[in-house]
């Protein structure tokens, strides 16, 4: 038994696929749980990862280093595989991750938008595909070194063709690693309620080169806007629609809050503004809701070269 109570019985094989801010930690965390973790990344990284393990800073579990596998690519059945790569890189990241190779893990795409899980249940199976949602700010600073600032860490698991028995032993396994773990028992619902608040706080602190604290006092009436489109949008598509509630939400945001799309304009990233922003638009259309502040977002960031 490990020092976190983790039996022979308990311990699961999981391959990270993209160690980045949210799966370097997952990873360090699953691994100090006493799990086997294979991170799959490029040469560099795995190098690194092999050579010093992760490195955790973080005020909620600790710092710590936990040591993991690495390797360029999948090389035997896992229990299950985190995808928790951005969605420009999914494409070319899933060639590390053959199906054939996977066995029966359950895929778990912890990215974001809403659109990701098709193709994927078309890669790999659509009883193995369990869409994941993670509240925390992690982040990288270099390979194999992880910064965890947010006082929390929240995964809601989910799946509509997954056996609940597979989703409730996942929830369980994340859990007991640390992050607090629970299994939403409706797919699209859990998918819409992160992309509705996501959206409209993605697009805006990235077209305006703000953070949350700017936009939401000096842009308030284009915030209010976005977030009644968003929440509109979601119920048609039979997601959660409060918007009073997200409005709150973000002003019980520190102002100096940013959005990974924003982080990822300043370092000259690629943005994941047709994960985000293009599916939004596409399921407006797709059910006949007009977005016309959401429209015009995305078509000055595309204009701006995003």
């Not at 790569?85 to 053959?98: F, H, Q």
């Not at 009883?127 to 992690?138: G, M, Q, T």
């Not at 976005?226 to 979601?234: G, M, Q």
Request: charged share 25%; proline share 6%; glycine share 10%.
């Amino acid at each position: 038994m490990t020092a976190n109570g983790t039996t022979a019985n308990d311990r699961i094989t999981v391959a990270v696929l993209g160690p980045g801010g949210i799966g370097g930690l997952l990873a360090a965390l699953l691994s100090r749980a006493g799990h086997r973790v294979i991170c799959l990344a490029g040469d560099e990284t795995a190098k690194a990862l092999r050579t010093t393990g992760i490195r955790v800073r973080s005020g909620l579990f600790g710092d710590f280093t936990a040591e993991v596998e690495a390797d360029t690519e999948l090389r035997e059945p896992v229990d299950a595989c985190l995808i928790t790569v951005k969605a420009t890189a999914l494409d070319t990241a899933l060639t590390r991750v053959p199906p054939k190779v996977l066995g029966d893990a359950l895929v778990v795409p912890f990215l974001n938008g809403v659109e990701h899980p098709r193709p994927l249940r078309a890669r790999y199976g659509a009883d193995r595909v369990a869409p994941a949602v993670i509240r925390v700010e992690s982040t990288r600073v270099a390979a194999g070194e992880i910064q965890h600032a947010s006082p929390f860490a929240e995964i809601d698991l989910t799946g509509d063709a997954v056996p609940d028995d597979r989703l409730d032993a996942l929830a369980r396994t994340l859990g007991s690693a640390g992050p607090t773990t629970r299994v939403l028992p409706d797919e699209t619902a859990a998918l819409w309620a992160k992309m509705s608040f996501l959206a409209p706080f993605a697009l805006l602190t990235t077209r305006h080169a703000l953070p949350l604290g700017g936009v939401r006092t000096v842009h308030r009436e284009e915030l209010t806007s976005l977030v009644e489109e968003t929440a509109a949008v979601s119920r048609a598509c039979g997601g959660p629609a409060d918007p009073a509630q997200a409005l709150a939400r973000y002003d019980a945001f520190l102002p100096g809050t940013k959005s990974s799309m924003q982080r990822d304009a300043e370092a000259g990233r690629p943005l994941e503004l047709d994960a985000i922003g293009g599916a939004l638009l596409r399921a407006a259309e797709e059910h006949g809701v007009a977005t016309p502040v959401t429209a015009r977002l995305v078509g000055e960031l595309r204009e701006a070269g995003h």
